[in-house]
């Protein structure tokens, strides 16, 4: 299983995936928490979460090891680099700093060297194009929503209808593994995105597995 996080000192997203599909996503708020060190000493709470559902047998009170553990974790590499309206150094050096202290933890509890790719890659790699003039986080999550939503068996889009509300609407009443709540203005709210990059970093992450099994595997 492939353990995808998508790094934030305001909100961190998790998901895994399993034989190509989404078995979990969550998020932790870490904006009450001042400071990285703060911030990761609650984020390592729910890291530690991660170890004990994933790596140890819940069939026998968590002794022994999982059958089927997470063995491959992807973390959404951070931009270094500047942008016209990005992020100041500043920022960038403290979510660096964030990012190197999140792969620690997740290194020292689950002894996994994670691999880290850039959210362009990623949603190249997942098969998301983001039209020019539209914003990536968007586009990625009506995409986790359509996706989902589309491989439940049955889903169509009535001629004249918009696919992203039958979509949701879909995925909302038959499947409880992705969901998002609205604002009063409807608007995803806070932390909707984060899960939605974390499941891309996810399903790339179990492509790039994929694609080095097939590279290696006997002819």
């Known amino acids: 299983m492939i ?7 305001s909100i961190t997203g998790f998901a895994v995936v399993g034989d190509g599909q989404l078995l979990h996503h969550s998020m932790i708020d870490l904006r009450k928490h001042k400071g990285v060190f703060a911030k990761a000493g609650a984020l390592r709470e729910h890291i530690t979460d991660f170890f004990e559902n994933y790596q140890l047998d819940q069939d026998h009170d968590g002794w022994g090891k999982s059958k089927f553990p997470i063995e491959h974790i992807y973390i959404e590499q951070p931009f270094t680099f500047f942008n016209s309206g990005g992020s100041s150094a500043k920022t960038m050096a403290i979510l660096q700093r964030f990012n190197d ?7 020292e509890l689950f002894e996994i060297e994670p691999e880290y790719i850039l959210a362009t890659q990623a949603r190249k790699t997942a098969g998301i194009r983001v039209p020019r003039g539209q914003k990536a986080k968007e586009v990625v999550l009506k995409y986790i929503l359509a996706t989902q939503a589309r491989k439940t068996a049955g889903i169509r889009v009535p001629r004249g209808q918009k696919a992203k509300e039958v979509v949701l609407k879909h995925l909302l009443d038959t499947e409880p593994a992705f969901h998002i709540e609205y604002t009063k203005h409807g608007n995803p709210v806070a932390g909707s995105y984060d899960k939605a990059d974390a499941i891309v970093v996810a399903k790339a992450g179990y492509i790039v597995e994929q694609q080095k099994e097939d590279t290696i595997a006997p002819i």
Request: proline residues 0%; without cysteine.
């Open 3 to 9: 353990l995808g996080i998508d790094v934030s000192t």
């Open 101 to 107: 202290i999140v792969s620690w933890l997740v290194y």
